[in-house]
């Protein structure tokens, strides 16, 4: 399979499934295991796994049985260590964990037993003789658990001026995990059980297994690893976007397939997070017939509607449960995805998963994974069965759907045992089925209509009325921001509210939030998938540069770039966007020269003063960034070094600078203008002015005064010694930007107008008919004469003023 990897069997029996979920594996010491019976005493030699809610056993002799021993039940369990000195050790260590699995409450046992852990990891550190190389220098250590499905694993993190190593607590499987960052291609943030923990680092070896998943115990280490490995990357993911790949696929350089890998790649998806498996959709609808008939409309599935309102009867009887619901209210009580559903897929070929998953069971025979066509009519009839399909449908490995391993999988109730999963008619063998199913998925009917489907799973019909309008709610537990689990006090209420969001599933994050364009059909009946979903993707697939001219400026249309600002010496331009990248392009060279991945939200403004970048983003910040626009402009990579951080409580739409660059003065979402000494990074005053979002502040040209516009349509002006607001104007419509000189405003307005404003009479003595679209951004040159406007018309006007 592609997402869950796979290693050849080892001889070594003991593995991290056989501990309960959330358990961990501490240490391990070689013992004898005593034995007593009748006739005589036996000493079985073997090693000891000491785990946080259990003991583990693993002979050495393979015909004995591995055994398993909850701390409840310690002391009927008779050991001796073949090492006495560490003896008086081990015992406390027992000791102290089966009281913890003896207390009454879960909250009480977990926190117990991640003080236990947090206690170890800070008696340890990364052991530097593990470096590869001995000139590496570190960067930053900091404890984290490597994530595989099912199961953590935690340890320390290190990464130097050449690789990324992780070294888990208890040396398992291997000593160190080391990856050369040489080698990285892609990283993505992920959530971790809805929290923002996770980070996945994917290399040139394979496009879509990543080589680790890192969860850490704070964002900010999450974060800084992130920030390190972009910083560091020649080629990182800055055209990956879900606006890039969509402008790729709707041009027909995507297939089908790898854009929804692509997709569930940038929404989340991991096939180390069962919890957050890649969904595919059901494609086929006609599993009884005997040939496969692509170009009739009805072999297909509806792929503008959810699973669970496929069928007409079923839904009604949804919704009629629905409209008698408290809030929060729901459609469906079971995911399309979770990590019950994945197994129930993959039993074949993962069974250790799925008894771990069942606690050492498999399901009852009639539920297993049977038929195909079983499984899809259940899907449309099932009063609780709402599940989509995984990649492993559309890729090229059958072995999911064969009972290779020969399990004994159970008998169902006619008597005929489980084997390989029974395939519809028209599927000669597995891999025909296969086959078949690929090109269902390319297929122009698919194609014309795949749209409609992302719209529901990752796009505007996830989330609100939109999503109550497509019969597509699901249970508000599944949603990230559905429920803040750091808010929750009550420890045993945070640890059932936990295992219930990973054991339930989770809604892919949300890529979009207009409606998806449909694909442009001519390029794509050409189109062939790569022979293997691990071979790489075809140059055309890598970056903006290997596009054609004419998709490559579709494509920077496609990025909404939030502001431009043309650096010192006219050589460089530094262009901030709503996807959280800063990108700085060599007027020279004529390309993109260096990206900053500085925010985890879209940065909104920009300002720039003797080598030092401030960006301002939604996620609440402002940041201060030391790069040298020469580097830039001579085609040399510039070292950016954070060198301030301004938190604020709300996101942050636009910043402002004083002449001297001494001051800066921020504008949020919520209404709030804060003053800020740029020399110290000290809040001087801070005024809640504006009833809703400020759409811009700037300071007067002797930095006495900063005038405020804002969606509330008013005009504030704020004296900056005293913080207090000294005027205040209505206009007669929103106004989002502006220029000025300390009395008078030229300002533009949503309805494209431009106005001038006398702030001593508070009149406005002058309207210019501008734009047809609101008036979103305003320059005007140092001795006023000229100024130029950009507006929602896409037009840029160049004004000639009259003095």
């Excluded at 001796?80 to 207390?103: G, W």
């Excluded at 990182?236 to 606006?243: D, F, L, S």
């Excluded at 989770?506 to 939030?513: A, S």
């Excluded at 939030?562 to 530094?574: G, I, Q, T, W």
Aim: hydrophobic share 35%; glycine share 4%; proline share 4%.
């Amino acid at each position: 399979m592609a997402f869950i990897k796979r290693k050849e069997r080892s001889k070594e029996r003991f593995s991290l499934l056989l501990l309960d979920l959330e358990e961990y594996y501490f240490e391990q010491h070689t013992v004898y295991h005593v034995t007593t019976s009748s006739a005589k005493k036996r000493k079985i030699r073997g090693s000891l796994k000491v785990c946080s809610k259990s003991i583990i056993f693993e002979p050495e002799d393979h015909v004995e049985p591995i055994l398993k021993v909850c701390f409840c039940a310690l002391y009927t369990f008779l050991f001796h260590l073949e090492v006495s000195s560490k003896t008086e050790d081990v015992v406390q260590t027992l000791l102290q964990l089966h009281r913890a699995s003896c207390l009454d409450k879960l909250g009480d046992q977990t926190a117990m037993i991640a003080a236990n852990l947090q206690s170890r990891l800070a008696r340890t550190s990364f052991d530097k003789n593990s470096f590869q190389n001995v000139s590496e220098i570190p960067h930053m250590e900091c404890e984290a658990e490597m994530v595989t499905p099912l199961v953590t694993n935690p340890g320390h993190v290190c990464i130097t001026d050449q690789s990324l190593y992780f070294q888990p607590l208890n040396g398992y499987p291997e000593q160190v995990v080391r990856i050369e960052l040489h080698r990285v291609k892609q990283i993505y943030k992920r959530r971790h059980g809805l929290r923002p923990l996770g980070l996945e680092v994917f290399c040139t070896e394979n496009d879509f297994c990543s080589d680790i998943y890192l969860k850490f115990y704070k964002t900010s280490d999450r974060n800084d690893l992130y920030y390190y490995i972009a910083t560091f990357l020649e080629n990182h993911m800055v055209e990956h976007t879900a606006e890039s790949y969509m402008l790729q696929w709707q041009r027909g350089h995507l297939s089908n397939y790898q854009y929804l890998l692509h997709l569930n790649n940038l929404a989340d998806r991991s096939g180390n997070d069962l919890s957050q498996y890649p969904v595919f959709p059901w494609i086929i609808a006609d599993y009884n017939s005997t040939e496969l008939d692509m170009m009739n409309p009805a072999t297909f599935r509806d792929l503008s509607k959810p699973v669970g309102a496929l069928n007409k009867e079923r839904l009604e009887r949804l919704l009629s449960r629905y409209r008698d619901m408290p809030d929060p209210r729901f459609m469906y009580g079971s995911h399309y995805s979770s990590p019950g559903y994945v197994l129930f897929y993959l039993v074949r070929v993962a069974p250790e998963h799925m008894l771990c998953l069942q606690n050492g069971r498999y399901d009852n025979a009639d539920r297993m994974f049977n038929s195909i066509g079983e499984t899809w009519k259940n899907c449309l009839d099932g009063a609780t069965d709402f599940k989509e399909l995984i990649p492993d449908f559309y890729g090229n490995d059958p072995s999911f759907l064969l009972n290779c391993l020969s399990l004994d999988l159970g008998k169902r109730q006619g008597g005929s045992s489980v084997q390989d999963v029974v395939l519809p008619p028209w599927a000669a063998d597995a891999s025909d089925f296969l086959q078949k199913s690929q090109k269902a998925l390319e297929s122009q009917y698919v194609s014309e209509h795949l749209h409609e489907w992302i719209d529901l799973v990752f796009g505007f019909k996830q989330k609100g009325s939109e999503a109550v309008a497509a019969h597509n709610v699901f249970h508000p537990l599944t949603y990230e921001g559905g429920i803040d689990c750091d808010s929750i006090e009550d420890p045993n209420e945070k640890i059932a509210m936990l295992i219930q969001i990973l054991e339930f599933g989770q809604t892919p994050t949300q890529l979009f939030t207009t409606p998806h364009p449909q694909r442009i059909t001519p390029r794509f009946q050409s189109i062939s998938r790569t022979p293997s979903v691990n071979t790489p993707l075809n140059d055309e697939d890598s970056s903006f540069e290997d596009l054609t001219e004419e998709t490559r400026r579709l494509a920077w249309n496609n990025i909404a770039l939030s502001s431009c600002l043309m650096l010192p010496e006219d050589k460089a331009v530094v262009c901030s966007s709503w996807d959280n990248n800063v990108y700085f392009y060599s007027i020279p060279f004529g390309r993109r020269q260096d990206t900053l991945m500085g925010h985890d939200d879209a940065i909104s403004k920009m300002c720039w003063k003797d080598n030092q970048l401030y960006t301002a983003s939604w996620d609440s910040t402002v940041k201060v960034w030391q790069c040298d626009s020469a580097d830039i402009a001579n085609n040399k990579r510039c070292q950016f070094q954070l060198l301030a951080e301004f938190e604020h409580e709300a996101g942050v739409n636009t910043i402002n600078l004083n002449p001297a660059g001494t001051l800066l003065v921020s504008g949020t979402k919520d209404g709030t203008v804060t003053i800020w000494d740029t020399s110290s990074s000290v809040q001087l005053h801070q005024v809640h002015c504006h009833s809703g979002k400020i759409h811009d502040v700037a300071f007067s040209p002797d930095s006495r005064h900063i005038l405020s516009v804002g969606e509330d349509s008013c005009l504030k002006v704020i004296d900056v010694q005293t913080g207090m607001m000294i005027s205040s104007v209505q206009a007669d419509e929103e106004q989002r930007c502006f220029c000025w000189d300390g009395n008078t405003v030229l300002s533009g307005g949503q309805s494209g107008h431009l106005q001038v404003l006398d702030l001593l009479s508070n009149k406005v003595t002058t309207r210019i008919p501008g734009h047809s679209g609101a008036v979103t951004a305003m320059w005007m040159n140092e001795q006023c004469s000229t100024v130029i406007t950009g507006g929602e018309d896409k037009q840029i006007i160049f004004w000639k003023l009259d003095c």
